[in-house]
């Protein structure tokens, strides 16, 4: 149990330079302290006491503003950056090593029994505002950016950006594996997805001209025989 908390905060001090000590971890961070009650609040849910496990997670909620359902499953090392407004689902599952910012919504979109909600691996960057719905398998270290919606799985090492999030890993420089990136995409590898579109018109309206020009150049031909055949005809 000291190991672990040892080395979760150890975590938080690796992952923001903010943190100054460990003292400052264990008193000034409301993500260290929602873990604690998380932790407390799993025991009891797997004991079977599920009302206290539920009060335990709601006293969480209220002192640090992050609501993190007694049932999930969390793995180790999970950093929760601010952390205001964050919302874990029940049946979400979260891999080890995990850094999840304020806003950050791991839902479910169906009131039916079964896994509901996503399913994280580990390695994975959460970016503030995304919403991650559904019983979606996001794969190890995947960054999702900042206010994407995830309504698909996820492969692994991808970039999401975007509502619907879309895989732009493609289009950007690789990240390594051990590499951190705050708030899921650095900003020199995000795409501008506007001004994309904005190439993918010019080049299309470009095509149209051409096609056009190409008309109206048969046309003329086709128009200047046609003369040519009049002409031949009066002058017979």
């Known amino acids: 149990m000291f190991e672990r908390l040892k080395s979760e905060i150890k ?14 971890v264990i008193f000034s961070y409301p993500g260290f ?6 932790r407390l609040g799993n025991w009891l ?13 709601q006293i969480s909620r209220f002192l640090s503003g992050i609501e993190i359902h007694p049932g999930a499953n969390i793995g180790n090392n999970l950093f929760i950056d601010h952390g205001m407004g964050v ?4 049946t979400a599952t979260i891999g080890d090593n995990v850094t999840i910012y304020h806003g950050v919504t ?16 580990d390695n994975v960057i959460i970016g503030s505002g995304a919403a991650l719905l559904g019983p979606i398998n996001v ?43 705050a708030y899921g995409v650095a900003s020199d590898e995000l795409p501008d997805i506007v001004m994309r579109n904005f190439e993918k018109m010019e080049k299309r ?32």
């Open 106 to 121: 791991l839902g479910g979109v169906s009131a039916k029994p079964g896994i509901r909600h996503p399913q994280i691996g």
């Open 45 to 57: 849910w797997r004991k079977g006491f599920h009302f206290l496990a539920r009060w335990v997670s």
């Open 205 to 236: 309206l470009k095509q149209l001209e051409e096609e056009l020009a190409q008309t109206a150049t048969g046309w003329d031909t086709k128009k200047t025989s046609a003369k040519r055949k009049v002409k031949n005809a009066a002058n017979n």
């Open 33 to 38: 302290h929602a873990l604690l009650f998380y």
């Open 139 to 181: 794969g190890h270290g995947a960054r999702i950016g900042s206010n994407a919606v995830v309504v698909k799985d996820v492969p692994a090492g991808a970039t999401m950006v975007g509502v619907p999030a879309r895989n732009v890993s493609k289009d950007c420089a690789k990240h390594k594996d051990d590499e951190f990136t």
């Open 11 to 24: 975590s938080f001090q690796e992952r923001d330079p903010a943190a100054k000590s460990a003292l400052d």
């Open 87 to 90: 919302v874990i689902g029940e």
